[in-house]
C-alpha cells in the first residue's frame, strides 16, 4: 500500500516512516510538512492511506482530510497529540485517531483495520480495456485507446475521445480510479491525458503545455507533476 506522511514536524515524519518502514506491505511514497503540497501530490499519484496530523499551520488537517475525501477514495489515518480532536475526527470517514507518540501495536492494529477493508471492498477484477459511462440513459463502454483526454468542469467531467465528448457525472478523483491503464496520466488538479495521443509539448515558465490529438486546447502540467511527468515522456 502507498503511504503519504503529512506533518508539521519533522521528527515525527521521520519516527512514523521508520515504524511503516518495518512493514513488508507498506511504502512511504512520500512526505510532506506543507498540507497544500501534500494534496497536490496525493490528487495526482496513486496513494491508499494518508497519515495526516491534525493541528498544523494555515490549514489543519481536518480541513485538509475534507479537502481529500471530496476528491479521492483514500484511507485517512490522524496523528496527533491532541486528544480533543478525536470527535471532530470521527465525524469524517476516517480509518483511525492515532495519539503521539504513536506505539507499534496500536499503529499495526489502524494497519489491519485499512487491509481488511480492502481485502472485503476490493475483490480481483478482470483486466479492462474500456471504461463504462452512462450516455442517454444507457451504459457505453469508451475504449481507452479512443479518450483523448478528460477534463473537470463544475460537478461532472468531460471525456474527450477521438470522436466525442462525453459527460462522467462524478468527480476526476474517482474517474482517475476507474482508468485502469498506465498511459492516463493526471498531470493537473483538472485534467487527466492519455499519454498515447500527445502531438505536442510545449516547454513554458518550468513546466510544459501539451497538445492532444484531436484538439486544439492546451493543457497545462501542474508544476507538482512535471518531474513525474519528464520522466514517463523521457524528457
Not at 134 to 155: F, G, M, S
Not at 186 to 209: D, G, Q
Amino acid at each position: 500500500m502507498n503511504v503519504v506522511i503529512v506533518d508539521d514536524e519533522y521528527l515525527a515524519i521521520e519516527e512514523l516512516a521508520f515504524q511503516l518502514s518495518l512493514c513488508d506491505d507498506i511504502q512511504v511514497k512520500n512526505t510532506f510538512m506543507d498540507p497544500e503540497k501534500a494534496f497536490d501530490y496525493i490528487m495526482s499519484h496513486d496513494v491508499d492511506i494518508v497519515f495526516l496530523d491534525i493541528q498544523m499551520p494555515v490549514i489543519n488537517g481536518l480541513k485538509c482530510a475534507k479537502r481529500i475525501l471530496s476528491e479521492k477514495n483514500i484511507h485517512i489515518i490522524f496523528v496527533t497529540a491532541y486528544t480533543e480532536y478525536a470527535v471532530s475526527s470521527y465525524e469524517l470517514d476516517v480509518v483511525d485517531y492515532l495519539l503521539k507518540p504513536i506505539n507499534n501495536a496500536r499503529l499495526n492494529l489502524s494497519l489491519d483495520k485499512v487491509r481488511n477493508f480492502r481485502s472485503r471492498t476490493n475483490p480481483q477484477k478482470m483486466i479492462k480495456d474500456f471504461l463504462l459511462i452512462y450516455d442517454k440513459e444507457v451504459l457505453r463502454p469508451i475504449k481507452y485507446d479512443e479518450i483523448r483526454y478528460c477534463r473537470a468542469n463544475d460537478k461532472h467531467v468531460e471525456i474527450f475521445t477521438k470522436n466525442q465528448i462525453f459527460l462522467y457525472e462524478n468527480n476526476i478523483g474517482k474517474l482517475e480510479e476507474s482508468l485502469q491503464d498506465s498511459a492516463f496520466f493526471r498531470c493537473h488538479r483538472s485534467y487527466i491525458i492519455n499519454l498515447k495521443h500527445i502531438t505536442l509539448v510545449e516547454p513554458v515558465e518550468r513546466t510544459y503545455l501539451v497538445k492532444m490529438e484531436d484538439y486544439t486546447e492546451l493543457i497545462p502540467i501542474s508544476r507538482s507533476n512535471v518531474q513525474s511527468f519528464k520522466k514517463m515522456m523521457d524528457i
